[in-house]
């Protein structure tokens, strides 16, 4: 059982943004060490990925203004519209958008590892967030959805830009 608390204890951490984009800045200065532009352009570019989600959820949680499961008013809970309750900014899930945005692009330019950036936005939606009880599960699907498609949509316009 201590396992699984300190496993959700680092996969919360994990997902967060600072955390992801942490992740970024490591691959940029690997980047500059190994004088890869590939991974120096994606793991900016990550970066700005990891911004424009948390711009779009936070938005999307103060206008929907669910409450999160520890407040146990229910699944179905909504005040809507909010900048102020504490409490009631469960849906999406935040921790799920930006990890799976980064799992998505990162994985349009490393295919053969898509299997580890998917496992590991898994992990931290299924583990840190729904077994802990910060999220209901539809709020990880939800925040996990919108990860992916701004994850994909952000490959296909840095692609662009690359070509």
Not at 63 to 68: E, F, H, M, S
Request: glycine share 12%; charged share 15%.
């Amino acid at each position: 059982m201590r396992f699984f608390i300190v496993l959700g204890d680092i996969l919360n951490r994990l997902g967060q943004g600072d955390a992801l984009s942490f992740i970024c800045i490591l691959m940029v200065i690997w980047a500059f060490v190994r004088g890869n532009a590939k991974l120096l352009r994606s793991g900016s570019a990550g970066i700005g990925v990891l911004l424009l989600s948390g711009v779009i959820v936070q938005s999307i949680k103060h206008l929907v203004g669910r409450a999160r499961p520890g407040e146990n008013l229910g699944s179905f809970h909504f005040i809507g519209p909010n900048l102020l309750a504490n409490g009631f900014e469960s849906f999406p899930s935040g921790h799920a958008m930006s990890s799976f945005a980064l799992a998505a692009f990162l994985s349009k330019f490393y295919p053969g590892l898509a299997w580890l950036f998917y496992s590991v936005a898994s992990a931290i939606c299924l583990i840190g967030r729904v077994l802990f009880h910060h999220h209901f599960f539809t709020d990880v699907i939800a925040g996990g959805t919108l990860g992916i498609l701004l994850g994909l949509w952000c490959a296909k316009k840095f692609e662009r830009r690359t070509e």
